[in-house]
């Protein structure tokens, strides 16, 4: 049971994925903060009133009414800035380094039917040609055993 699990643990995309998750979420609370403390400021002196910032007044004289442009700039701003750390400081040094040092994995390929049964008639074929040439082999040694039988036989003439 704890060698399953800690096979799972082990296998490189999980702890990729863990280190991903903890690096993600310490940057995003820095890009937050960043967000709050500059990008948030900005878009409130492109509003139209210091208290609320970007956005959309619907009914002016209900300030509850108020449609804010800013936070959803800000969340968009965020991400992207948190994806394109991740991006570049997680993920395309780990493709460079599995190019570099991972070599590319073979696919192998599994032969179809038609293909084994092609290569096992040819390896048949091959075997009755290779079982003919060793019986035509018996056959003349035996017939040069029987000439050197009879040359022994027949008496040496004078």
């Not at 990729?16 to 937050?32: E, N």
């Not at 442009?69 to 380094?97: E, H, Q, R, W």
């Not at 293909?115 to 075997?127: H, Q, T």
Request: aromatic residues 6%; glycine residues 6%; without cysteine.
């Amino acid at each position: 049971m704890f060698k399953g699990f800690k096979d799972f643990l082990m296998r490189g995309n999980v702890i990729d994925l863990s280190v991903a998750v903890v690096m993600g979420t310490a940057f995003t609370a820095v890009v937050g903060s960043v967000t709050k403390g500059v990008v948030e400021p900005l878009l409130a002196v492109a509003g139209t009133s210091a208290q609320f910032g970007l956005g959309v007044q619907l009914v002016a004289s209900k300030p509850a009414t108020f449609v804010a442009v800013g936070p959803i700039v800000s969340a968009l701003i965020n991400f992207l800035m948190v994806a394109a750390v991740l991006y570049f400081v997680l993920i395309l040094p780990m493709k460079t380094v599995q190019r570099r040092f991972g070599g590319k994995k073979k696919t192998v390929v599994e032969p179809t039917q038609t293909e084994l049964l092609l290569e096992i008639r040819d390896l048949l074929a091959a075997r009755v040609i290779q079982d003919a040439r060793a019986d035509a082999r018996a056959r003349r040694s035996e017939d040069d055993d029987e000439d050197d039988d009879r040359t022994e036989r027949q008496p040496v003439s004078a």
